[in-house]
């Protein structure tokens, strides 16, 4: 296999490979079957995953360069959770290497898209993922199982459940409820920390660089930065490039309603209110006057009618709607 002189360590027809992949990931035509078919050729090496990486970093800074070089021919056409991007380079200068990284460009790696209109490559590659609204199960094994909230990605070891890596999202993790290896312990990476538990019912939440962590039923650890806190059950804590925030008590009513298909806000301001539901709801709410978010909003509201919250926030709040394409509505 021939070596790529500018990366030593990668092969040429590897990192065409990958680059091949992150065109047909990328491209919104890929298939359950495709996605398969990528975690296969993902998990060969680390070699491939590599690879992978630097391929998709090499995209991000020829996107980037075509944008700023093109600025005034660039069309973007918002549509549900996917946007098109007239670029003036194409398939074959892509995959041939015309595009090549420079190591700034593994900032961009797991940079979100603005919005977050549309999911990260990151999101994209995880084992098991939700879209928008969307909630699943995941039995891991006998005695672990992780329900995933909404637009969340999670990676899974293929040998053992020690070390399971929420990429973005929540998840609520229940361990140690089955008959056997009654003593095991699972651990959530997200961001720069770790939660564990062994025997626990726990929730792992990560958004936008900051995680927390909530315990329910037995005792969790959470580790970031070299501090370490016990967290007993309706206990809770977050973490960021800061380190560990202080223990405060939850009922944890708020945190766990999202499993019985309900949120529920007990006197937040309507900014981070809003924030939240736009987790739930396709396209993205804006609100447009700062005082008005400061306001304070006590109410439950239910997932499955995610498109009434609008209208009755604008009630509640006298706001005007304006819609916009791509399920983007200002609030003003």
Known sequence: MAIDPERPGLGVDLL???????????????????LDAFVRWRDQSTAHRGALAEANAQWEVARLAARNLASRQVRVVHAADSIHVDRPFGRRAFIGGAAMASVGAAAYLLARPPLELWPSFAELTADYRTGVGERRQVTLSDDISVEMNTRTSVVVPRTGMQAIELISGEIAVTTGSGPSTPSRSVSIIAGNGRTSGSRAAFDVRYDGGKAFAACFEGEILVECGGARATLKARQQIAYADAGLSDIVSTDGRAIAAWREGLLVFENQPLSQVISEINRYRRGRIILMNEDVGRLPLDATFRLDRIDEIVPEISHLFDLKIRALPGGVVLLG
């Open 16 to 34: 065409s490979d990958a680059r091949g992949w992150v065109l047909k990931l990328r491209s919104g035509d890929a298939k359950q079957r495709d």
